[in-house]
């Protein structure tokens, strides 16, 4: 499973692909409204960091906006997709904007229906928001399974990206569902590298060495 990181923090995105294994980014209009920067600047930024896809989320909602939209923003860099949130625009917008080679994540999936409509359109990544359907009190991971389970029925063309995560048990899922991608945001990340007894272990095989010198 590819590993996203879903932040518009720089600083964020630096430390995380230090380590190694990062295969992207993902933003949306809260996370760069939160950095207080703007969508292009924060892009570009990112794509000197990270050598992988980051998706940039248009604003527009009508799909001739959303196309002129997704046109400028795929100029930012060769890395960048176009995220738009389902909607009958953004299926429109899809089909013209991944004819002209644009990739486009389709975002704010909930449903495996939604997702389907939007590989159909030609979206390049699908993100069914598993979190945001925990807190309703809906199961996010199985949306997550039927969505994996549909796509494994065809060559689609189009990665599942895992988002909304709100906790490592998230990804977990996701790896078992086998979804294509899940887009973690940074405390999570720093939460799945820890373990209390791999600390345990390396204190104990520290003191132990110390004790062997004396
Ligand atoms: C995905 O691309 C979104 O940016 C993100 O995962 C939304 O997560 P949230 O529900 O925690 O806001």
Redesign the pocket.
């Known amino acids: 499973m590819k590993i996203f990181i879903?932040t518009a923090n720089i600083e964020m995105i630096e430390e995380i692909n230090s380590w190694g294994i990062l295969d992207g980014v993902?933003?949306?209009p809260?996370?760069i409204a939160k950095e207080k920067t703007d969508l292009k600047t924060c892009v570009k930024r990112i794509s000197e960091i990270v050598d992988g896809p980051i998706?940039a989320e248009a604003i527009s909602m009508t799909a001739p906006e959303m196309i002129k939209e997704g046109r400028e923003l795929s100029k930012i860099h060769d890395n960048i997709n176009v995220?738009l949130p389902m909607c009958v625009e953004a299926l429109k917008a899809t089909k013209v904007l991944s004819s002209e080679g644009i990739d486009v994540?389709m975002?704010l999936i909930f449903s495996p229906h939604q997702a389907l409509l939007a590989s159909k359109a030609g979206a390049r990544f699908v993100?069914p928001?598993v979190?945001?359907l925990d807190d309703i009190g809906q199961s996010g991971s199985e949306a997550l399974a039927q969505i994996v389970g549909a796509f494994r029925n065809y060559d689609t063309g189009t990665e599942i990206?895992a988002?909304?995560?709100?906790h490592p048990m998230h990804v977990l899922e996701a790896a078992l569902l086998g979804a294509d991608i899940a887009?973690i945001?940074y405390d999570i990340l720093k939460k799945m590298v820890s373990h209390p007894k791999t600390d345990e272990g390396i204190r104990s095989f520290l003191a132990d060495y110390e004790k062997s010198k004396k």
């Open positions: 879903d993902t933003t949306n809260s996370l998706s995220k994540n975002t993100s928001f979190g945001r990206i988002a909304s995560i709100r887009t945001p």
